[in-house]
């Protein structure tokens, strides 16, 4: 009778075990999935959504570029996705994003050393989005002059798609530049948050410049991201002008051993631009 009453204890002993070892074995799978898999996944989820913005921000480019070819008032709807949610039944952080009209006197455009308010010194706004990631590295998408910049926190912005300038390099240089001046809706231009967000523009007014007669000597672009903006011009206008980067500005100018004039078109056209749901006139 002992005998039988230690078998029995033995296997009710081994079956507590067992249930430990399988929950000790559940428990570990569960942590190298949480630990290891989850920050991949996140992380790839996040780089996926960066990818989504870059495409929406072409978009939203292509879309104003359209407005100001047919000067059509009637507004347009492009989607941004500000963020990315969460894993379901593991722990991890959501993305978020903020999107915002951006404009300064500090940043323009100017001919021949003009300053803001003179005649031949334009406004240079742009579209600022700014991705929180909690995974992959934390980017920002600027559409600032008709470009979109890049930024990370290491490293230099970068111009990912050129702005609308088109070089002729022939008995004279030609520069057709279409800028758009981004006009922020009041209340309605800035906004954050994780889901979808719509940008509504709408063209406004705008109108065809031609600097003539002997042409200009420097086109000059104060902006935040002189970095991106110089490597853009050096590839559109090569070794045909003098390149001068500061801190806060890029210039491009006449070359005294190159008789070539310059002559600037410039096509500037207002954007209004509406943040968020709803629509005001």
């Known amino acids: 009778m002992k005998n039988k009453k230690s078998l029995r204890k033995n296997y009710a002993v081994a079956g507590v075990i067992e249930a430990l070892l399988m929950v000790a074995l559940v428990s570990i799978i569960l942590s190298m999935i949480q630990l290891v898999y989850v920050p991949d996944m996140m992380e790839q989820r996040e780089a996926e959504h960066m990818d989504q913005v870059s495409n929406q921000f072409s978009t939203l480019k292509s879309m104003i570029e359209l407005q100001s070819i047919t000067n059509s008032s009637a507004p347009i709807s492009t989607m941004i996705t500000l963020g990315s949610r969460e894993l379901p039944y593991f722990i991890s952080a959501r993305?978020?994003?903020?999107?915002?009209?951006?404009?300064?006197?500090?940043?323009?455009?100017?001919?021949?050393?003009?300053?803001?308010?003179?005649?031949?010194?334009?406004?240079?706004?742009?579209?600022?989005?700014?991705?929180?990631?909690?995974?992959?590295?934390?980017?920002?998408?600027?559409?600032e002059g008709g470009g979109i910049i890049v930024k990370q926190?290491?490293?230099?912005?970068?111009?990912?798609?050129?702005?609308?300038?088109?070089?002729?390099?022939?008995?004279?240089?030609?520069?057709?530049?279409?800028?758009p001046i981004i006009i922020g809706a009041p209340g309605k231009n800035i906004t954050s948050g994780f889901g979808k967000c719509f940008i509504r523009t709408n063209w406004s007014e705008g109108e065809f410049d031609p600097i003539e007669g002997v042409g200009i000597s420097t086109l000059n672009i104060s902006t935040q991201y002189p970095n991106a903006w110089n490597e853009s011009l050096y590839g559109l206008f090569g070794n045909n002008v003098d390149y001068?980067?500061?801190?806060?500005?890029?210039?491009?100018?006449?070359?005294?051993?190159?008789?070539?004039?310059?002559?600037?078109?410039?096509?500037?056209?207002?954007i209004y631009t509406q943040i968020g749901h709803g629509w005001i006139k």
């Open 244 to 270: 001068d980067e500061g801190g806060s500005y890029v210039k491009i100018s006449k070359k005294p051993t190159d008789p070539r004039p310059i002559y600037l078109y410039m096509k500037y056209y207002y």
């Open 95 to 143: 993305a978020y994003g903020d999107i915002s009209t951006q404009n300064s006197e500090e940043h323009y455009v100017s001919v021949d050393g003009a300053t803001p308010g003179d005649q031949n010194c334009y406004e240079l706004t742009s579209i600022k989005y700014t991705a929180f990631n909690a995974y992959f590295v934390e980017q920002t998408y600027i559409l």
């Open 153 to 179: 926190p290491n490293g230099n912005p970068v111009m990912r798609v050129d702005p609308s300038i088109r070089v002729v390099n022939k008995s004279i240089i030609e520069i057709y530049f279409n800028l």
